[in-house]
Structures are given as C-alpha cells and as structure tokens.
C-alpha cells in the first residue's frame, strides 16, 4: 500500500462527531467524516453521489475505505464559543409543510485552539495521487472542520505521497518542527491509528455513508492509541523560527 501525508494545522479547527442540536462538540483530533470531507471540498465532488459532476471521481466508499491514522503534534487548547442565530427550523416541523421557524437559537460550540495535526491515509497509490493532486490545487476552499476555520499552513505536505510506505512508519519518519528556537515536545506524541474490526480499540462513529444534508448516515471503525518520543533527528526548526533566532 501506499501513504498520503496532510497537515491540519490552524488557530482553530473542530471535528465533531457527536454535535446535536445547541452544543456542538470537536473531538481531540481530526475525525475520519471531517477529512474525508476536506478531501471532498478538494476535489469539488458534489454531496449526492447520484449527480453527473461526481464522475471521474472517487466515490465516497472509495475514500471511506482509506485507512487513517493521526499524529498530535500539538493537542491545542478546548474553548468555546457562544453563538445565536436566527429563523431556526424547529425540531418539531414536519416534512412537506411550511417549516416553524425560532426567533433566535443560542449554541454553543467547542472547538481546539493552536492545533497541529499529522494525518496519514493508507490505500491505492492512484487514489492518493489524485487527492495529492487536489490538495495542490483544490476546487473549493478547504477548512478544518467548520467554514470559518482555515488552515495557517497548506495543507498538502510536500513529498507527502509515499509510493510505498505503512502509517505507523510514515509518522514516524516525518519531522516535528519547532516554532521557536526553545520549543520542545512536551511529552510523547500521541499516535490514533485506525485497527482492524476484531482488534481492541475505541469506537469511533465517524466513518461517513451519505454526506447529502437530509441523508447523513455515518458507519463505526475502531482505533487505537499509542505514544511516540521524537528522536533528536526528527525535530525541525521552521523557517521563522530560523530567522528569528539569527538576528
């Protein structure tokens, strides 16, 4: 098999997978539906798999079927925010009739500040050429788990297709990059790997059948979780905190 690497790295993404109603949640990494997602956005591939823009492109079982696997450079931050919003449909309105709208709904809604993620999906090396080459030049823009978050560095890794390669080593072999001249890991990195069905893991229900919006269904895999420490030849300074540290 072959890897494809991405960096999810921003001043605030959210991956929600449990978000209901007034409180919207984001779980402590990137969910499997939310970068399938970005992938979508990418490549321009409309919701509803039954319409002729989507040939040509991977169906949505196609990237489903990737394995993924997370790397937390940075965990970032919870917070919150507090946010109202008008001429809500009511929970109670039925299909087909005029929809009962809400003067104001207040949510409230989570998300991970000054996250960085590395994201490896394993599968077909032709499937992850053409994803490489969306990320290089997406269709749409692309943000990290809701619209209003967009990411502080592109999100496609240079060299990021490893022609043959395994998650576990693909994130492994990938450098930790400083952000100031005193920066350090402050513990080992945490590593969510997607695993077999019949192995011991947490479930997740994040693994997306139907994007349309009236259609949502979402299937289950399980990961697993385990710590790396990064060796002393994999941390990296990043090229402003070269610069400053020069002057």
């Known amino acids: 098999m072959s890897v494809l690497l991405i960096r999810l790295a921003g001043p605030m993404q959210a991956w929600g997978t449990q978000s209901r109603f007034s409180v919207r949640d984001t779980g402590l990494e990137p969910s499997k539906s939310g970068v399938i997602g970005l992938l979508c956005a990418a490549l321009g591939k409309p919701r509803d798999e039954s319409v002729s823009e989507n040939e040509g492109l991977p169906s949505l079982a196609d990237l489903a079927a990737l394995k993924m696997a997370v790397r937390v450079d940075r965990p970032g931050t919870m917070a919150a925010d507090y946010h109202t919003a ?14 009962k709208l809400k003067d104001c709904e207040p949510s409230t809604r989570y998300y991970l500040a000054d996250a960085d993620f590395l994201v490896g999906l394993e599968g077909p090396l032709d499937l992850l050429r053409q994803l490489d080459a969306a990320l290089a030049d997406p269709v749409w823009p692309l943000y990290l788990g809701r619209k209003a978050f967009v990411p502080s560095t592109p999100v496609r ?91």
């Open 86 to 99: 008008q001429n809500v449909i009511r929970a109670s309105s039925v299909p087909g009739r005029k929809p």
């Open 157 to 247: 890794v240079p060299d990021g297709l490893l022609p043959d390669g395994t998650l576990p080593d693909a994130l492994k072999d990938t450098h930790w990059q400083k952000r100031t001249s005193r920066d350090e890991p402050d513990q080992p990195l945490r590593i969510v790997e997607e695993v077999e069905s019949d192995a011991r893991g947490d479930v997740r229900k994040d693994v997306p059948f139907n994007f349309v919006s009236t259609q949502r269904s979402f299937g289950t895999r399980q990961v697993r979780d385990h710590f790396w420490d990064v060796p002393e030849n994999l941390i990296q300074e990043s090229p402003l905190c070269t610069s400053l540290s020069s002057r």
